[in-house]
């Protein structure tokens, strides 16, 4: 495309269309918010259990970043509108298996399948940016995909909040399970925007297919879901009562739902054109090196599972790091070798040779660091100092940080047409350092005072402004065969950032804390010997607290002033003309 071709109608809506996914998934991330403890009652859990619902959320996450490469290098072969689109179908599977679930493990699976959808549509959308837009007109589209998916962060608990107080937490499920359909069937009528994937006017929607795979999944929702109407009713009870043993499993209705599923597959070996294009699957699996696929899901995988289970106000890493980390160690040792040795690796090789390129990646991985701070620790000071007895206000007080974030996505967007990456990625990460350095001497009022709070606007824009400009290098300065990847290895990078950079400065933070904890007298001296614990050893506490986020957010300040200083080294090199 030429920078003078206009782009059509159809493209924007296209856009359009895989921006509000990627909004809806990223709300997922943060709708368990508040339908967390009512998810935990239906499994069983005490709500001081929250530990065992961990991977509720982990999973999700594990989902959402353990497959991206994977999904990425698909879309290099097959195209975006086919992965954006089966994406789509997978989130809402996982939205209709945790909606129906009825045990932890059955949401945690629900949850990890969601999860792949989620993520899987970021890196097609990305890509579609640079199909669609030539190089010097790239930065406001990727600036309002980065608004819309941060966007999702402050919208997934209040969607959860209206949802919940016209139903229980399945609806929400239910709803994320329409809406991934919906737009799924209203991307399809679009597919023909992107020239390079237009379909053969002669090619047919798989009706049947479709409807043999969407009457399994209702029945086998039925079988999850177990409804007392149906199970307890003298005819339709029948169908729920297992033909051996007790397995839920083994009822007429899952059997039936098997045997449907049977016909999908006959169905798709046999049609000409079948819903599920698995023709292709071998040459597919060949081109995209599946073993180094796995080995980096695998390394992935055990990072996630050992950072992201952590406590981050008590612990650095996970009970289980001893056996997770070797893991990963070996998985990405494989993943290098594989790297080396294969004929179609799954990083196409020199793909990221470019010093903008892979400096893109470094620049988001200090940038996510700096980010987990601000995402984790802000609503920890709330808690600790003016909210105490208030969890949810303590996490509301984070959203003049979160609005101003996407604000900042458009904005720096817009200022990529006028302004160098590299100075505009750099200037965005000062302001978010200074940010942080103002967090660094809030006292135990300062959240009582509006007038402390401006640094949460300052770096919520500053950490928008940044998403643009370092999405742009990295379009610009790989080939467009290898877009979707290096689309999923930026985002990749910034969510390890964040895991790692949570679990460096929870250190440093618990470190001040111990130190700061040895200070504080005996709680006999400070309370004259009473009984109970004064309000004077109590405020000490506090005050160590306090301490240990300040010590928390002076190391974010350093991890954005070397995201900032990085920017200006690596990114610098790009073409002006093909970044702005």
């Keep these: 495309?030429?920078?003078?071709?206009?782009?059509?109608?159809?493209?924007?809506?296209?856009?359009?269309?895989?921006?509000?996914?990627?909004?809806?998934?990223a709300a997922d991330t943060y709708v368990v918010v508040l339908a967390l403890p009512d998810m935990m009652t239906s499994t069983g859990l005490d709500l001081d259990e929250l530990q065992r619902a961990a991977p509720?959320?982990?999973?999700?996450?594990?989902?959402?970043?353990?497959v991206l490469p994977l999904i990425g290098r698909i879309s290099d072969l097959r195209g975006r509108i086919p992965v954006l689109l089966g994406s789509l179908v997978v989130f809402a599977v996982g939205s209709l298996v945790t909606a129906a679930a009825y045990n932890l493990e059955s949401i945690v699976l629900g949850r990890l399948i969601q999860g792949i959808g989620g993520g899987g549509l970021i890196p097609p959308t990305l890509a579609l940016v640079a199909d669609l837009w030539p190089p010097h007109r790239r930065g406001l589209p990727l600036g309002i995909v980065g608004a819309v998916q941060e966007l999702g962060s402050v919208l997934g608990p209040l969607y959860g909040a209206v949802v919940l107080a016209f139903g229980d937490w399945r609806l929400i499920f239910w709803l994320n399970c329409a809406i991934g359909l919906v737009l799924a069937a209203a991307m399809l009528t679009r597919r023909d925007a992107v020239p390079s994937e237009q379909s053969p006017t002669t090619h047919r929607f798989d009706v049947l297919g479709a409807a043999l795979a969407t009457l399994a999944l209702a029945c086998l929702a039925v079988v999850m879901l177990e409804?007392?109407?149906?199970?307890?009713?003298?005819?339709?009870?029948?169908?729920?009562?297992?033909?051996?043993?007790?397995?839920?499993?083994?009822t007429p209705l899952a059997l039936t739902a098997y045997g449907i599923l049977v016909l999908f597959v006959l169905r798709q070996a046999t049609a000409r054109r079948p819903l599920v294009g698995w023709r292709d699957w071998p040459a597919l699996a060949r081109d995209t090196d599946i073993s180094g696929a796995l080995l980096l899901t695998t390394g992935l995988g055990a990072v996630i599972l050992t950072f992201a289970s952590a406590e981050p106000e008590s612990a650095a890493i996970s009970d289980q790091a001893p056996w997770l980390v070797p893991?990963?160690?070996?998985?990405?040792?494989?993943?290098?070798?594989?790297?080396?040795?294969?004929?179609?690796?799954?990083i196409p090789r020199r793909a990221l040779s470019a010093t903008p390129a892979w400096g893109a990646l470094v620049v988001s991985f200090f940038v996510g660091a700096a980010l987990i701070a601000a995402l984790v620790d802000i609503p920890f000071f709330a808690r600790l100092t003016v909210h105490r007895d208030s969890q949810l206000d303590a996490a509301l007080v984070l959203v003049r940080f979160l609005v101003a974030l996407p604000i900042?996505?458009?904005?720096?967007?817009?200022?990529?047409?006028?302004?160098?990456?590299s100075i505009l990625t750099s200037a965005a990460m000062v302001m978010s350092a200074i940010a942080f350095w103002h967090m660094s001497t809030w006292d135990a009022q300062s959240l009582d005072r509006p007038v402390e709070t401006w640094s949460l606007v300052l770096g919520g824009l500053g950490f928008g402004l940044a998403i643009a400009p370092v999405n742009a290098v990295l379009l610009a300065h790989t080939a467009d065969a290898v877009h979707g990847v290096a689309s999923a290895l930026l985002i990749v990078a910034r969510m390890v950032?964040?895991?790692?950079?949570?679990?460096?400065?929870?250190?440093?933070?618990?470190?001040?804390?111990y130190h700061a904890s040895e200070k504080i007298p005996p709680a006999a001296e400070l309370c004259e010997g009473k009984a109970t614990l004064c309000q004077a050893y109590k405020d000490a506490v506090r005050d160590a607290g306090i301490t240990q986020l300040h010590a928390v957010f002076v190391g974010a300040a350093v991890c954005a002033l070397v995201a900032a200083v990085l920017a200006l080294v690596v990114l610098r090199d790009e073409d002006p003309t093909a970044t702005r």
């Design 1 to 25: 495309m030429t920078s003078q071709e206009a782009i059509s109608p159809a493209s924007k809506v296209l856009l359009g269309l895989a921006a509000v996914a990627i909004s809806f998934a």
């Design 56 to 66: 509720i959320v982990s999973g999700f996450l594990l989902g959402y970043v353990g």
């Design 227 to 250: 409804p007392r109407r149906l199970a307890d009713g003298v005819t339709s009870g029948l169908a729920f009562l297992p033909v051996t043993g007790d397995s839920r499993w083994l």
């Design 327 to 346: 893991i990963a160690i070996v998985a990405f040792a494989g993943f290098a070798v594989r790297q080396r040795r294969a004929t179609r690796p799954l």
């Design 408 to 421: 900042g996505a458009v904005l720096g967007g817009w200022l990529l047409r006028k302004v160098p990456a």
């Design 497 to 513: 950032g964040m895991l790692l950079g949570i679990s460096a400065l929870t250190t440093i933070g618990l470190r001040a804390f």
